[in-house]
């Protein structure tokens, strides 16, 4: 879009700012009144800075309309008044949203480094109708959207276009506890009608890092640096279904106390706790329907282990550093209070279904001299099972992390360690590991202008336990000992298992228009830390590249576009590899009749040299593969207007084409005045797969044989989020997704004598499949999760919750079609929750 106007345009001309841009903060004698105007008196003899710059779609480009902003603090508070000059304020863009979520409005954001070690921080951002927004950076430009800090902001539209009134306490801050201050700082605004971005100081958005382009605040001194206490004690009644063998045993009320606590211990150390925490208002997790041999994966939602968590993290087997897809790591949250994993063996219908947490804390710091560390502790009780066995034995989990950044954070290097200790009994301990412990390191350089990095890390797993539940390990996913190529033997009698994980990166990161990456992942075959972490398997040698063109500067058909190219190869400790692919893939963002689209493509071909696949046996002999293409094409819709979308189409074709796969997964956002949003999503995939794997059987004539077949499989899915913006803090939200998926075998083989033959029909041979064994599957679900949340006082949350599942299991396929499953679905028992959970912040 044009700008239909150059009245309140810009008139100085863009220009690089100083080394480090400076402004200056005044003190208050009387604090300003928050209501968005500025003739407080503190306003008036203010420093005005007003030099911003336009970083998106052109970067060091002029802005398109004028913003100043001033800073005041006092002892207790840092305030900010910013204006943002508009022409046309009815042409200003609003949204009424939920708390941290963006709609398509106008924003203007605060980022401020209070350590000043330019690698850490907060951003306070607000749109012109008091929606706010928050977030922790880590890391020279990590956001962490879980962090919800406690502060103010007055926001106001008039004659020359908005403003906001910030006033931001410096307990939600850290900084040393010394007589001046100086903080790293930044101003952002989005003009949402242009999709235009400007900052001060310069944003380079080329540059690598984002915390270390801030410039300074000066002129804070005598700053409240005592300790702060913060507390939000909670009560919650939930009614919900008491279930029993045999059926439904009634509902029952149950009435909970607890409470989150923040303590500061110094102006740079915190402690977070949280006792008997209740998370009924968390969204559930989506169905699957997983025939892999790889555990799923679940995301982190519950609040007090997103906020601030990114200082715990420790990827695994992350070889581009923008796109780290696999979620391995030594700490993966979701651990601490899963369902407990012996209700299978040991549990009855009454068993809960998440282990519940006793009470959890996480002391955090950061000093001036770039040193960065963490602690968490969490203790979960024992959950029985049926009569006097154990679901889940009580069990203590504890992370320690430090960082150290010197030069600048051009130079950094780090320290995790991880422990599980589990209190097993004669139920629990042929299952379980006792005990388990994981450390790890790494070091970072950065060189030249930032753009180029190094780095290294090395970890190390210990597990131990009884020599049966060491055995499961040995059999399990991750390692499959029993392969008769396994370099590692089973070993029946073993009562630990030790590995090593090791990684080297090099790559550049910013600057010009060139990024590539270069990494070589070693994990030894006894590698293990899922007991705290997520690896999916051990046992990998990897060399993978990733290089890109990516192009800033806006052109008369494009904003930006970025074409990646990405090669991997991968082998086991035998020498057998077992993936070799290349990946191209290309980004748009449009301009003309399709402004403000996104358009996306890419493919893999996988198979470039002969490849095995050492997992697909569960533990028997490996399995040849055959060459496969897997395009995938999506784009989106200009966001701007009330109705937009997109779709995403993923194709592949393998097994000489016999198998072949195609999900589709178009959605839809409609919006209705500022206060409604509505999200339309459904999933449509078809998996023909004529090498799935069935079973592994024995019987007395053969021995082994390792089972596969042809699959049919499809999987519908809708989905619906509905959102209510009634104020900025009183919000409604609904969630709903109805899942199916049928399946059928047929074809039924197993592995013949030359299971790594090139020819892929060699690799079988006919097999009749023992009675009793399962050729269909079919599974549906419905669940919903509908929120009121009212913020009626800042930091204190009143939540209203009711949540909705059912499911349909069978072992033959429906055959009645999508709509009939889902009428099926609604003839089964709702799983039913009524929930209202209040708490309030208090603070001193």
């Known amino acids: 879009m044009v700008p239909p106007s150059r009245v309140g345009r810009a008139t100085v001309t863009p220009r690089r700012p100083p080394e480090v841009a400076q402004v200056r903060a005044v003190r208050a004698a009387v604090p300003p009144r928050l209501d968005g105007r500025d003739d407080d008196a503190v306003w008036q003899g203010a420093e005005r800075t007003s030099d911003f710059v336009q970083f998106d779609p052109k970067p060091a480009g002029q802005p398109v309309f004028r913003t100043d902003f001033r800073v005041a603090y006092d002892e207790r508070n840092l305030y900010v008044f910013v204006r943002m000059y508009d022409p046309h304020p009815d042409s200003i863009r609003h949204a009424l949203t939920r708390r941290d979520q963006r709609g ?320 097993l009994d004669a139920s629990s301990s042929p299952w379980l590991h006792e005990s388990a412990y994981a450390v790890g390191g790494n070091v970072r350089q950065r060189f030249g202008d930032g753009s180029y990095e190094a780095s290294a890390q090395v970890a190390a797993s210990h597990v131990s336990g009884s020599a049966s539940a060491l055995l499961l390990t040995q059999r399990g996913a991750v390692h499959y000992f029993q392969r008769p190529t396994s370099v590692t033997p089973l070993d029946s009698s073993r009562t630990s298992l030790d590995g090593y994980e090791a990684q080297l990166k090099f790559g550049k990161y910013g600057g010009g228009i060139t990024r590539f990456e270069t990494s070589v992942v070693r994990i030894s075959d006894g590698f293990d830390v899922n007991d705290l972490g997520y690896l999916r398997r051990a046992d990998v040698t990897d060399w993978s590249t990733w290089g890109a063109l990516t192009f800033r500067e806006p052109t008369d058909w494009y904003r930006w576009a970025q074409l990646n190219g990405n090669h991997w190869i991968r082998y086991n400790s035998a020498g057998q590899r077992f993936e070799h692919a290349v990946n191209v893939n290309g980004h748009v963002g449009l301009k003309g009749i399709f402004d403000n689209w996104d358009a996306h493509l890419g493919g893999t071909f996988w198979g470039i040299s002969n490849t095995v696949c050492d997992r697909c046996t569960r533990g028997g002999p490996a399995l040849g593969q055959s060459a496969g293409y897997y395009p995938w094409a999506g784009f989106n819709t200009d966001s701007r207007k009330p109705i937009d979308g997109g779709l995403w189409v993923n194709l592949g074709i393998t097994d000489e084409g016999r198998s072949r796969s195609a999900r589709y997964n178009p959605y839809v956002d409609l919006r209705v005045g500022t206060r409604f949003v509505a999200t339309l999503g459904a999933g449509y995939s078809v998996n023909v797969n004529d090498a799935q794997w069935i079973g592994n059987f024995t019987d007395s004539v053969a021995g082994r044989h390792y089972g596969f077949a042809h699959l049919d499989q499809t999987t519908v899915s809708l989905s619906a989020r509905l959102n209510y913006t009634a104020t900025p803090t009183l919000t409604f939200e609904f969630y709903g997704q109805p899942f199916v998926s049928n399946g059928v075998y047929g074809n039924v083989r197993e592995l013949s004598a030359t299971p790594e033959a090139a020819d892929y029909q060699s690799r079988f041979r006919p097999f009749a499949a023992p009675a009793g064994t399962q050729l269909a599957f079919h599974y549906a679900q419905l669940t919903t999760n509908a929120v009121v949340r009212w913020e009626y006082v800042p930091g204190s949350t009143l939540f209203v919750v009711w949540q909705h599942g059912r499911v349909d299991t069978s072992p033959l396929a429906s055959g009645r079609g999508w709509a009939g499953d889902m009428r099926e679905l609604f003839d089964d028992h709702p799983q039913n929750t009524f929930l209202v959970k209040v708490s309030y912040w208090l603070s001193r």
């Open 104 to 423: 398509p409005s106008d924003q203007i954001k605060l980022l401020i480094d209070s350590q000043h070690d330019r690698r850490s921080g907060y951003e306070f951002a607000v749109n012109p109708d008091g929606v706010k927004r928050d977030f922790a950076m880590s890391n020279d430009g990590n956001e962490d959207p879980s962090w919800d800090g406690v502060w103010d902001v007055a926001t106001r539209v008039d004659s020359l276009g908005w403003t906001a009134e910030f006033r931001i306490p410096l307990s939600q801050l850290r900084y040393p506890g010394d007589e001046d201050h100086v903080f790293g700082f930044g101003v952002w605004r989005d003009i949402e009608r242009f999709k235009e971005r400007e900052a001060w100081p310069e944003y380079v958005p080329t540059k690598n890092g984002l915390v270390s382009q801030l410039g300074e605040l000066h002129g804070l001194h005598q700053l409240a640096s005592g300790r702060r206490f913060e507390a939000a004690p909670y009560t919650v009644t939930k009614n919900v279904e008491r279930s029993a063998l045999g059926g439904v045993a009634g509902r029952e009320q149950q009435v909970t106390v607890g409470g989150d606590f923040k303590l500061g211990l110094a102006p740079s150390v915190t402690l977070d706790a949280t006792v008997n925490p209740d998370f009924g208002q968390v969204e559930a997790d989506p169905a699957v329907v997983n025939l892999t041999a790889y555990e799923t994966f679940f995301g982190e939602k519950r609040p007090f282990f997103l906020e601030g968590t990114a200082l715990y993290q420790f990827n695994l087997n992350c070889y581009i550093v923008v796109d780290c897809s696999t979620n391995e790591g030594l700490f993966y949250s979701r651990r601490i209070g899963r369902s407990p994993s012996l209700a299978g063996q040991n549990g009855d219908p009454g068993t809960a279904i998440a282990t519940p947490i006793t009470g959890a804390a996480k002391l955090t710091g950061r000093t001036s001299g770039g040193l960065a560390f963490g602690l968490l502790e969490a203790v979960t009780p024992r959950v029985a099972g049926t009569g006097a066995l154990t679901a889940e034995p009580a069990s203590n989990y504890a992370v320690l992390r430090a960082t150290q950044d010197w030069n600048g954070g051009r130079t950094g290097i780090g320290l995790i360690g991880t422990a599980v200790n589990r209190q």
